[in-house]
């Protein structure tokens, strides 16, 4: 019971780093952009292959790889912000909508087309070192990924508090012609936001793609439950996001362990709505409120 | 200092200003009066850079700025404090007034700054750790001034500063403006308080829909007719 209890708890805290890195990009996007990304996903989807790529194929170290696909996923959410987010910026939100969904579906089928619509494995230096403790094994890799989640929210937290481009970038989610009346350059600070975000989705899906397995779809599931962690974090609020990934996390793997993986989905989307009937404005919205 | 040729802003098809002329001389306080929707937010944005104006020219110090870019007008020494003030409320006081200095380069330089806007507002040095949404509106409106102040402005545009503050507020606030334009910058003021402002200023511009009606010496606006019926309640 204990056993079964720890291992849960393990899987959860995987399943909630990976949730975070990916609705930390979600969230910074939509709070400093105002855009909704759908393409998100893939941007996770896509860190995930250039991981595969730098590790399997080139042989890299997996740390190594993992710094790789950040730094490629970077790029590409530059060029997302400067040929599709820039443009949309003063469009109607409907225009938006369509146009990230768009990315999407073209993301997703150029992989499909790239690299099969089958499912690949990713196997890591990692994958098969265990650590045993109180009768349980646990493979390296998903410590690894807790680990690593844990060191990029620190940095992340560091950046945002107390650099002068966090500040700039807070100043631009909190308030964008005020922002610009103090001399910030908001579209530096949107490219910079698109950066990270794409960064981080790209950690993630190159620390649990060797957990699970990497496909061209892999961004349309994890979208999903990453949206719910957001909205339950409150939109653009990057602290509740960290927070509702882990209790999602749990919650999920807590279903799935003690009661049956068929209700693991359920219990997010149960959350996420009764979140939204009782607190909408999300677990962690901003009570501060801005005096006219 | 500052000079608009026929500048002219549109909003979509709306015409906020229909090509105005205006003048402000360096040591100067103006003032903009007029009811609202008569242009004078949109003055101060076209200046600023906030909004490209549609047609006209602004100069500053000589060199046209017209269309410029935001960041480049604070840099070339415009700070505007806006309407409502617009502070980051889930930011504390000192980092508000940190990102005033956000284009300065000598931001080692900065306690000279932070010494003088806490002399003209000691309570945000008491403040400095809390949230700025936590101020109270008088607050609010001292650290949007000083966060103004912290570009080391040569000219100053603030607009509607008394809005919403208790009358003996008002007067200190107004007090605060004038010992800032003593200190050498020259000031633009936008005030719902005609009287108040007239008080203050040397000159003002009395804006109706989009174009400048009347202009002169304050004290000559404050004994104009028409200035005392529509603006001064007389």
Not at chain 1, 199 to 220: C, E, K, T, Y
Not at chain 1, 238 to 262: M, P, R
């Amino acid at each position: 019971m204990l056993q079964e209890f720890i291992q849960q708890i393990v899987n959860g805290l995987v399943l909630g780093s990976t949730y975070t890195l990916i609705a930390l990009g979600l969230t910074m996007i939509y709070g400093i952009l105002g855009i909704v990304n759908w393409a998100h996903g893939e941007l996770y989807m896509l860190g995930a292959f250039a991981g595969l790529y730098l590790a399997v194929v080139l042989k890299l170290p997996f740390i190594v790889a993992l710094l790789g696909a950040m730094i490629i996923l970077a790029v590409c959410g530059m060029l997302l912000e400067r040929l599709v987010f820039r443009p949309l910026r003063q469009a109607p939100e409907l225009n938006m909508i369509i146009g990230t969904l768009g990315i999407s579906i073209f993301l997703m089928n150029t992989a499909i087309v790239l690299f099969s619509p089958n499912p690949l494995s990713f196997p890591t230096e990692y994958s098969n070192e265990y650590l045993s403790f109180l009768g349980i094994a646990i493979t390296m890799q998903r410590l690894l990924v807790f680990f690593i989640t844990v060191v990029l929210i620190a940095l992340l937290n560091y950046l945002i508090k107390y650099t002068e481009l966090g500040k700039a970038m807070r100043a631009c989610e909190q308030n964008p012609d005020a922002a610009r009346l103090m001399g910030i350059d908001i579209n530096r600070i949107s490219l910079v936001t698109c950066a990270i975000g794409a960064a981080l989705a790209a950690a993630a899906g190159v620390l649990v793609g060797p957990i699970f397995l990497v496909s061209p779809q892999m961004g349309l599931l994890a979208i999903a439950k990453v949206f719910a962690v957001v909205i339950l974090g409150g939109m653009g609020n990057v602290e509740g996001a960290i927070w509702s990934a882990f209790i999602l996390g749990l919650a999920e793997s807590l279903t799935a362990g003690f009661f049956s993986s068929d209700y693991k989905d359920i219990i997010t989307f149960f959350i996420l709505i009764a979140v939204l009937i009782f607190r909408p404005q999300g677990l962690f919205g901003n009570n501060v409120i801005e005096k006219v | 200092m500052l000079k608009l040729s026929n500048l002219a802003v549109h909003y979509g098809r709306i015409k906020a200003l229909k090509g105005i002329d205006m003048e402000v001389a360096a040591g100067e306080i103006v003032t903009l009066i007029g009811a609202n929707g008569a242009g004078k937010t949109t003055t101060l944005r076209a200046i600023s850079g906030l909004v490209r104006p549609a047609g006209g020219t602004v100069e500053f110090e000589g060199r046209t700025v017209t269309g410029l870019d935001a960041r480049e007008i604070v840099k070339s020494g415009i700070s505007h404090c806006p309407e409502g003030r617009q502070i980051f409320p889930r930011m504390t006081v000192a980092e508000n007034l940190e990102l005033g200095a956000y284009t300065r380069k000598d931001k080692h330089n900065l306690d000279a700054e932070y010494q003088r806007v806490f002399e003209y507002f000691p309570i945000l040095a008491e403040r400095r750790r809390q949230l700025a949404g936590t101020l109270s509106g008088g607050e609010q409106q001292m650290l949007a001034i000083g966060r103004a102040l912290m570009a080391k402005p040569k000219l100053l545009l603030l607009d509607e500063p008394s809005l919403g503050l208790a009358p003996f507020l008002v007067e200190k606030i107004f007090e605060i403006i004038r010992a800032i334009n003593r200190q050498g910058v020259t000031i633009m003021l936008i005030e719902q308080n005609a009287y108040q402002a007239l008080g203050i200023a040397h000159r003002g511009y009395v804006l109706e829909t989009g174009s400048v009606v009347l202009s002169g010496p304050a004290h000559e606006l404050r004994h104009n007719d028409h200035v005392r019926k529509a603006y001064l309640g007389e």
